[in-house]
């Protein structure tokens, strides 16, 4: 009966084994997401950093009422795709968040299973080692019997 617990046990461990690399790999490509989406998020506040250095090198020389409203106009689009940009950093690093705990879960059960086929190895070594003994007391019985 121990080894088919212990065949269910292993069977459950390497079940969970599975889900625990599909869990880092879902997590590994969520970090990627954020990554990636910072990176977005980065390069756009750089790029409205250039506009707004273009923007006050040309009001230093002067520009004409339209191409200040154009820049206005463009500013408006570009924060805009900024926040837009940030809230899919938001999105991306709750995503994180929630891979992050399901790879914790999942490696929390892996190491349960781990401990209960130890036990398990343990009980079982400790049962061959008694049923060892067992033969080698009646085999020592017998000898000495054979011995008189």
């Known amino acids: 009966m121990t080894t088919k617990s212990n065949d269910v046990l292993r069977m459950l461990e390497e079940i969970a084994s599975k889900e625990v690399e599909l869990a880092t790999e879902a997590l590994a490509k969520a970090m990627k997401v954020v990554n990636e989406a910072q990176g977005k998020y980065d390069m756009l506040l750089e790029y409205r950093k250039g506009y707004q250095d273009n923007l006050n090198a040309n009001l230093a020389k002067g520009m004409t009422a339209e191409a200040y ?7 408006k689009k570009l924060d805009h795709a900024i926040t ?3 809230d899919v950093v938001t999105f991306a690093e709750q995503q994180v968040k929630v891979h992050r705990t399901l790879w914790q ?9 781990d401990v209960l086929i130890t036990r398990s190895d343990k009980r079982a070594a400790k049962v061959e080692q008694k049923r060892d003994q067992k033969m ?8 000495t019997r054979v011995k008189r």
Do not use: H, I, P, W
């Not at 879960?105 to 299973?113: F, N, V």
């Not at 080698?136 to 000898?143: H, K, Q, S």
């Open 69 to 75: 409203q154009n820049f206005q106009n463009f500013f």
């Open 84 to 86: 837009g940009q940030r």
């Open 105 to 113: 879960e999942s490696q929390r059960k892996k190491l349960s299973y």
């Open 136 to 143: 080698m007391d009646e085999f020592a019985t017998r000898m």
